[in-house]
């Protein structure tokens, strides 16, 4: 059975079309599929016949709301939703003036293995479908009942590990007869998958890519992210560079602060020589903590102060505002109390 969300719009009229039916049936089915029907019997404007044709072969995946919490600070909005197979996923919806930006999922859990991350503790499950990816957004907007324009790939996961799938997801999520959300409104981050980079600058999708840096060099990066034993930063800043030539978009960093591992002035120093170059920016995160982890933030005026000598270094860095801070809003939290997910499994 396929989930016709799996399915790119083209391959969905390519089944259409072996079933005998019309192109434009298509269009019609793609678009109840957005607005998130749980079953065919709600394609009002589709044949009997046709539907039940569909449901021999298909199905329309769905969501369920498991948990949902709004914050009482920012209204942020986070969503602990459960899979058909059990398996639960969070995604984020932060509002802002310009509209709201979703935070969605890539994976069941992350084999990527960063140590100050509640996400990989556990390891991988599995990867998400495009259609489950795709589901984040559907289920949210229809739960709100509000139009979502931007998204970032930041959940749970490592997108550039579920490669193919992410890939599908971003053209159905592009796609006219869809949600039709440009591709400068989506950021997809990694934490540095190489190969991943390369084959993303050649497919000519002009997403915002960001790095989860964390370090300033691979001495420190390996104490922390593994995918640096594999990569070294020096590979990493080239394909960096070469995705920014390709694309023509401006390649950001992320760099949780972590007290006295990452947040020296020298370790301020060294980062701007390693972004100054590409021009990128520098999104600075207070490190969260996670409860098995003893990875600390600093004062507020230690982290000014590693804002300070970045700036003064001419590098473009801001301090991440702490969006839902009353609703533990950072990813990997739910879904590991949920899953009943402790250390060491
Ligand atoms: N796997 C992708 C996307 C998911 S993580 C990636 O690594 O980029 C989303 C972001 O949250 C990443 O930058 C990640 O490094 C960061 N992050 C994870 N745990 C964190 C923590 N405890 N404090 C601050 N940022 C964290």
């Not at 801001?318 to 109390?337: F, H, M, N, P, Y």
């Amino acid at each position: 059975m396929i989930n016709l969300k799996d399915l790119e719009y083209g391959e969905l009229e390519e089944l259409l079309l072996s079933m005998g039916e019309k192109k434009f049936r298509a269009a019609q089915i793609f678009k109840w599929l957005q607005l998130g029907v749980t079953g065919f019997d709600e394609m009002t404007d589709i044949s009997k016949p046709l539907r039940e044709k569909l449901g021999k072969v298909s199905f329309v995946s769905s969501l369920a709301i498991e948990e949902k919490y709004v914050s009482a600070v920012d209204g942020t909005v986070k969503y602990l939703f459960r899979l058909p197979d059990g398996n639960c996923i969070e995604s984020v919806v932060m509002r802002y003036h310009h509209g709201s930006t979703i935070c969605i999922s890539s994976q069941i859990g992350c084999r990527m293995g960063c140590r100050f991350c509640a996400s990989t503790i556990g390891g991988l499950y599995r990867s998400l479908t495009a259609g489950e990816i795709l589901d984040q957004v559907i289920f949210a907007e229809k739960d709100m009942g509000e139009r979502i324009s931007n998204i970032v790939l930041m959940g749970i996961g490592e997108p550039l590990d579920n490669y193919d799938n992410v890939i599908k997801f971003l053209h159905n999520i592009n796609n006219e007869k869809g949600k039709n959300i440009g591709y400068r409104h989506i950021t997809l981050s990694t934490c540095g998958i190489v190969p991943g980079i390369y084959r993303l600058a050649e497919k000519n999708i002009p997403i915002t890519l960001t790095i989860s840096l964390h370090a300033p060099n691979d001495g420190i990066r390996r104490t922390i992210m593994p995918v640096s034993l594999r990569y070294s930063m020096d590979e990493l800043i080239k394909a960096c560079a070469f995705y920014a030539d390709r694309t023509k978009r401006r390649i950001s960093f992320e760099y949780a602060l972590i007290r006295g591992v990452n947040d020296s002035m020298e370790n301020a120093d060294e980062l701007a020589s390693i972004v100054r170059p590409l021009h990128a920016h520098v999104n600075l995160i207070p490190v969260n903590k996670v409860e098995e982890r003893d990875y600390r933030k600093g004062s507020r005026s230690e982290i000014d102060a590693f804002l300070h000598r970045l700036t003064s270094r001419g590098v473009n860095a801001t301090v991440r505002r702490e969006l839902g801070a009353d609703i533990a809003a950072s990813c990997g939290q739910l879904r590991k109390r949920a899953a009943g997910i402790k250390d060491g499994e």
